[in-house]
């Protein structure tokens, strides 16, 4: 049921490898985001799907047919921009109904689906305007919409909330991912901000210099990261040195029992312990392996950030504000939960 399949796809631009032997599956009606900074091949990956630039090397196909050299024309797949790209000199109307005249269906069932498209943007009786006289995240909504009216095979998003700010970021992701999943489009969302691609995705695929550094739910991306720039690059992350016994893991002389999930397909030995900041608790009492010292405390509002030395080394800790305890600062101990936990070898 994979939709959309890159097999061995390498991109060069004169000596530049852009992207080097990808291989990436979108299934059918899932959304599929690719995560990574600045620079690191994401557009040049959709462009290499949409057919707006040819691979190197290897093969793409999109429901079974090989499309590696075919034309955009002939793919069936609409693009959404961070630029918009919304005509100025049409009606938000014409703008939406755009493609659906080159294709030049009747007037009648333009008019239908242009309708339809306005209203699950949340802009009914908006078609009469232009383009400078809405907003930007309305703009944003017809940009949606001039897709969504065309049914595309593939939908392809290029950062496109990048303008927004960030109240409007949240809502406008929210109806893309309504949308995408009322109507099951196979799509590929190529974004730089961790928190979006999270919000958006089945799949997230994290790249950095045009390779794949891990794919995965956002769930096991952030619990089992592969790498310590995953770990890094999913969140904050305290890093120990411990060794797992088969059964418990010993960090600092601290033993706690391994959560299946954590330590699956690992044999005994030394690790690198990650430990996530809010999977760590302070409590009042423990045993002299637990001890630690409050450091520092930083109210955020909706948690307490809180630095804590523990045997020599500075933790970084958040906690909500039913679990911090102003009164713990001289003697304090730390219980950490074991699904918090990640483990990389050296
Ligand atoms: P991202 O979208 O992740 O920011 P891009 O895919 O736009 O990254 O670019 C990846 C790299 O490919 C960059 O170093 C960029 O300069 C280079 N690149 C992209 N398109 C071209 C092109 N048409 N010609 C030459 N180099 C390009
Ligand atoms: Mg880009």
């Known amino acids: ?14 000596d530049n490898t852009v992207i080097g032997n990808l291989d990436l599956e979108i299934k059918k009606g899932s ?9 690191c091949g994401k557009t040049t990956v959709l462009r290499l799907v949409a057919g707006l630039e040819k691979p190197t090397s290897g093969q793409i ?9 075919t034309s955009i024309q002939q793919r069936d797949i609409c693009m959404v921009f961070q630029s918009y790209a919304l005509f100025p000199h049409l009606s938000l109307y014409d703008n939406v109904g755009y493609g659906l ?34 907003s930007g995240g309305q703009q944003q909504r017809i940009a949606l919409a001039r897709a969504l009216v065309l049914k595309p095979k593939v939908l392809l998003f290029d950062e496109p909330l990048s303008n927004l700010d960030a109240n409007l970021r949240r809502s406008m992701r929210e109806t893309i991912r309504d949308l995408q999943q009322r109507f099951n ?9 961790q928190t979006e691609a999270f919000a958006v995705s089945d799949t997230v695929i994290v790249m950095k210099d045009g390779e794949i550094m891990q794919q995965g739910s956002p769930d096991d ?11 890094n690059f999913m969140g904050d992350a305290n890093i120990f040195t411990g060794h797992f016994d088969g059964e418990q893991l010993n960090i600092n002389g601290y033993c706690i029992p391994a959560d299946p999930d954590v330590v699956q397909g690992k044999s005994e030995g030394d690790y690198q312990i990650g430990i996530r900041p809010e999977a760590i608790l302070l409590t009042s009492e423990g045993e002299a392996s637990q001890q630690c010292i409050v450091n ?18 500075e933790l970084l800790l ?13 003697h304090a101990y730390l219980t950490i939960n074991p699904t918090g936990i990640f483990l990389l070898p050296f």
């Open 185 to 193: 489009i196979t799509s590929l969302y190529v974004t730089h901000d």
């Open 318 to 330: 958040q906690l909500n504000s039913s679990q911090f305890d102003a009164n713990l600062s001289d």
């Open 31 to 39: 959304l599929v985001t690719l995560l990574g900074p600045s620079g």
């Open 1 to 14: 049921d994979n939709f959309v399949v890159l097999k061995n796809v390498c991109k060069r631009f004169g």
């Open 61 to 69: 196909f999109i429901d079974g047919e090989d499309v590696t050299n």
């Open 296 to 313: 520092n405390v930083v109210y955020m509002g909706s948690m307490y950030e809180v630095a804590v030395t523990w045997h020599d080394q």
């Open 221 to 231: 991306l952030y619990k089992t990261p592969s790498s310590m720039f995953m770990a």
């Open 101 to 134: 005249k080159m294709l030049k269906l009747p007037a009648a069932e333009i008019k239908q689906r242009v309708d339809d498209a306005l209203k699950l943007v949340d802009l009914s009786g908006m078609g009469d305007r232009f383009v400078d006289q809405i």
